[in-house]
């Protein structure tokens, strides 16, 4: 008989969240985590599942004066005490348990000021932050929004560091996006085992990678074709117009059903994890070899 893997809870944390949980963390304690909501986070303790303590309410008196939810929530690797949190207006929030039991007011915050000559209708949507990570060193923060992904410094809170364009051609069809919600995905964010290396999904079953050192960045696609064993994924280009070379795809050819909106790297070989609608595909780096 083939091998059938059974999952089975070993604990339920039950009545911590009215809203859709988006984040777990677990804490470098190892005896707590975190979990999010759209307006909550909620520290738990790994052995308690019947309470948790609220950390972060972001729900206003009146709901009619919600202006942003909580996106994305991560622990430090390293320090204890504290941890982050994004929004859907493109800000980041870091906080210290230290500093008080409720931690709504933010020790740090993170944003960049808008560029007003790029203000358009979608502005606020396409800044949404999906998802942000923690570097492995603990000394930047990874985020994700719907056309980029930025690297920031926890000593500089006016700017991101690194901007990347995970998918710049697609500026022109927000519209389309719009109509068909795409612009709502939720994209996530991955470092690799030494923060040099960063990954994020697009669509078509695309995947970014960008090399922070040499600044040389890559579209790789997961798919049946590719996920033969040893065979090498070849890089892929997306082209707007004008000329097209062989193997190129046109941006009005993309597959917009067809997205990878999970990623997640080997916290020290180069192995990489990529969910592409119902499939795993695992791809692994060739022996002695760059990852591009």
């Not at 972060?56 to 004066?65: G, H, L, R, S, T």
């Not at 068909?180 to 290396?197: L, Q, T, Y």
Request: aromatic content about 10%.
């Amino acid at each position: 008989m083939d091998l059938m893997v059974e999952v089975s809870p070993r604990r339920i944390f039950a009545n911590g969240h009215t809203y859709h949980i988006n984040s777990i963390s677990v804490n470098s304690d190892c005896e707590t985590y975190m979990s999010a909501d759209d307006l909550r986070i909620n520290l738990w303790h790994l052995a308690i599942t019947d309470r948790s303590f609220n950390i972060v309410d972001i729900k206003p008196a009146n709901m009619e004066d919600l202006t942003e939810v909580i996106t994305a929530s991560e622990f430090h690797p390293h320090h204890c005490n504290l941890f982050v949190y994004s929004s859907s207006k493109g800000s980041l929030r870091l906080c210290d348990m230290r500093a008080a039991a409720l931690c709504d007011k933010h020790s740090k915050l993170f944003e960049e000021p808008e560029d007003p000559s790029n203000r358009s209708f979608f502005s606020e949507i396409i800044s949404s932050v999906s998802d942000v990570k923690f570097s492995h060193s603990g000394r930047y923060m990874l985020t994700r929004d719907y056309l980029t992904v930025k690297v920031w410094d926890l000593n500089m809170e006016a700017r991101p560091i690194e901007t990347y364009q995970v998918h710049d051609y697609l500026r022109s069809k927000l519209c389309s996006l719009y109509e068909n919600d795409c612009i709502f995905d939720k994209f996530e964010c991955a470092w690799n085992g030494s923060d040099s290396v960063i990954m994020t999904g697009a669509y078509n079953n695309f995947f970014r990678m960008f090399d922070r050192n040499t600044k040389r960045d890559v579209t790789l696609e997961a798919s049946r074709e590719s996920s033969k064993p040893r065979a090498v994924l070849k890089p892929r280009r997306v082209c707007v117009g004008g000329k097209r070379r062989r193997d190129d795809i046109s941006v009005d050819s993309l597959d917009f059903t067809k997205k990878i909106l999970h990623t997640a790297w080997h916290p020290a070989e180069n192995i990489i994890a990529i969910a592409a609608t119902n499939n795993l595909y695992i791809f692994q780096d060739k022996v002695n070899s760059d990852m591009h």
